[in-house]
Structures are given as C-alpha cells and as structure tokens.
C-alpha cells in the first residue's frame, strides 16, 4: 500500500486548505484512515480517523469543529478539510492506513505511512 499526500501550502490564519491522500496498491475500503501531523521538535501527534466503512470518526481535541475528514473509496482518497487554521496547527501533516477495524491514536495502529505535506499557518 502506497499513500501520497498533498494539498499542503501557506495560508493566513482564519483560512482553509484542503488536504488529500491518494492510495495505491490495495484497496482503500480495507483500511481505517487517519492524519497525523508533526511540528518541529515535536512529536507525531493523532489528529483525525475515520473508519473503513467512514461510521466512526473521531478527532483529537485540537480540531475538533474545524477539520473534517471524509473518505471515497470509489476514488481510493482519503481528505482533511482544515478550517479556521491557527499558527499552531503548522505542522508536517501525514495520512496513514490501519488494518484496524476502528483504530484508536497510537502512531503504533497505523502500518502505513504517506510521505506528509507541509502546513505552514501565518499570524
């Protein structure tokens, strides 16, 4: 399974992007889905996931109500719509796939990992 992230980009706060994650290899409708993003000198933190049949998704505190996650698998993407961004959500942001039912936040669930796309949000 290959992912390839993209849709990163600079943008004020207050504004929008619009991430993806393409899938190749396998299928995208027998993995759960999740973003992760890294800031620099920190750790690779949960931000969303979203289920294999997209039932179940749950979001870390810090984005809940501005980002949604959604997931076709007819196309085999997965998509980070990001809201009302904050200087603190600039990060290096990674899509990974779980064979996880419905997986949890541990960076551990996920055994495949996308290159990541930067977000850089100005004050």
């Known amino acids: 399974v290959q992912l390839q992230a993209s849709g990163g980009g600079l943008v004020q706060a207050g504004g929008s992007l619009r991430l993806s994650c393409a899938v190749s290899?396998?299928?995208?409708?027998?993995?759960?889905m999740g973003w992760f993003r890294q800031a620099p000198g920190k750790e690779r933190e949960f931000v969303v996931r979203?289920?294999?049949?997209?039932?179940?998704?749950y979001y870390s505190d810090s984005v809940k109500g501005r980002f949604t996650i959604s997931r076709d698998n007819g196309k085999n993407q997965v998509y980070l719509q990001m809201n009302s961004l904050k200087p603190e959500d600039t990060a290096i942001y990674y899509c990974?796939?779980?064979?996880?039912?419905?997986?949890?936040?541990?960076?551990?669930?996920?055994?495949?990992w996308g290159q990541g796309t930067l977000v850089t949000v100005s004050s």
């Open positions: 990974a796939a779980s064979t996880v039912a419905v997986p949890r936040h541990h960076v551990s669930e996920y055994g495949y």
């Open positions: 290899g396998r299928t995208i409708s027998n993995y759960a």
């Open positions: 979203i289920s294999r049949s997209g039932g179940a998704v």
